[in-house]
């Protein structure tokens, strides 16, 4: 009589992709059901003692098993593949990290609990929802998902999942969860550090193509709001636009600026004005201040060191990515949209005002 196992070998070499379930199962002498759960986990009433487990094991590794990712699929009506939304997409490999540590927290939590992850750094321009609700993804975390009122209207009538990362909720609830920090307070911060120094002109700058985020014009709101709670002036002439690759520094210094200090709305438009202020002969903070936002590791590496505001971007993705991993199984998410706080560090590129 030929061995179950051996039959099962050749027809799985013949096939040229691997054996069934069912022909490991007979080739270890158990039921579909017992192999199952030592190679896939699942049936939480079956009990395998740790020989008959070796055993199936064995025979998966000499017939050269391999799970049917496609039945798998179809069996729990889901692809675990999770969308990350990442429009605009700059380098990642120098310079600031905000980025990474944003991909390092959605990975490490997708990635622990076995699902993929497929970056999109573009959408549709109409109807952006529908061009990602096509079944080819569980769910999707939107990283600074625009106030547009007709996304949110197609999120009312979706069955895909989606987080927002990075973007403060619209006042009106539509469902849909937010996880983001304190903006406004964290520009508050800025504020009140500066104020303290005594500067009492300050610039707050954005960056070409920024200018109309969420995150962004949340932390305009906080620095108007708090330039007024000290009773500074604060108008349009307090605020500008800059370009990110080659800030106009010199040509603002040169212009005998009435502002002592600046205020980036994110920790790589500081670096490039330091950078582009040390080209130019200035010395930061001895001719004008400059603060961030963001802090990572990245501001210890500036010249000189950028004081920024810390949000905790590694925590608040992984807590995005947990939030869409429950709602993607049905479960529900004990805080659907969390405000994480923000800190100031203080480092060297800010100090009270020379002239």
């Known amino acids: 009589m030929i061995n179950p196992s051996i039959m099962a070998d050749r027809r799985a070499l013949l096939r040229g992709n691997g054996a069934t379930l069912r022909e490991v199962a007979d080739a270890a002498g158990v039921s579909v059901a017992s192999a199952s759960k030592v190679l896939h986990g699942r049936g939480s009433t079956i009990r395998v003692g740790a020989a008959r487990a070796e055993k199936i094991r064995a025979a998966a590794e000499q017939l050269h098993y391999n799970p049917n990712a496609i039945a798998r699929q179809l069996r729990s009506s889901r692809t675990y593949t999770i969308g990350l939304v990442w429009e605009h997409m700059r380098s990642i490999a120098d310079g600031p990290l905000y980025y990474v540590h944003l991909l390092d927290g959605v990975t490490q939590r997708l ?31 939107w990283c600074k998902m625009p106030h547009d009122e007709a996304i949110l209207k197609e999120l009312e009538h979706t069955s895909l999942r989606v987080v927002a990362l990075n973007s403060p909720p619209p006042r009106e609830e539509h469902g849909v969860p937010f996880v983001h920090c304190d903006n406004e307070g964290g520009a508050e911060l800025v504020v009140d550090h500066l104020a303290g120094l005594g500067h009492k002109r300050i610039l707050f700058v954005l960056d070409h193509g920024w200018e109309e985020t969420p995150d962004a014009q949340a932390r305009l709101t906080g620095f108007r709001t708090a330039m007024k709670r000290h009773g500074l002036p604060c108008s349009e002439e307090d605020v500008a636009v800059w370009s990110i690759n080659e800030p106009p520094v010199a040509e603002w210094f040169r212009s005998n600026p009435v502002h002592t200090a600046v205020f980036a709305w994110h920790e790589g438009l500081a670096g490039h004005i330091l950078d582009a202020a040390q080209q130019a002969g200035l010395r930061v903070p001895k001719d004008f201040s400059v603060v961030g936002f963001d802090s990572t590791m990245y501001c210890d590496s500036t010249v000189p060191r950028l004081t920024a505001v810390r949000q905790p971007v590694r925590e608040m993705a992984e807590n995005a990515a947990q939030i869409l991993i429950d709602l993607v199984e049905g479960r529900v998410a004990s805080a659907p949209s969390p405000c994480f706080p923000c800190s100031l560090d203080v480092r060297d590129s800010t100090s009270p005002p020379a002239r």
């Not at 970056?119 to 993804?137: A, F, M, T």
């Open 111 to 141: 990635f622990a609990n076995h699902y993929r992850l497929t970056i999109l750094p573009e959408l549709p321009h109409l109807q952006p929802v529908r061009g990602i609700s096509d079944g080819r993804l569980d769910g999707v975390i």
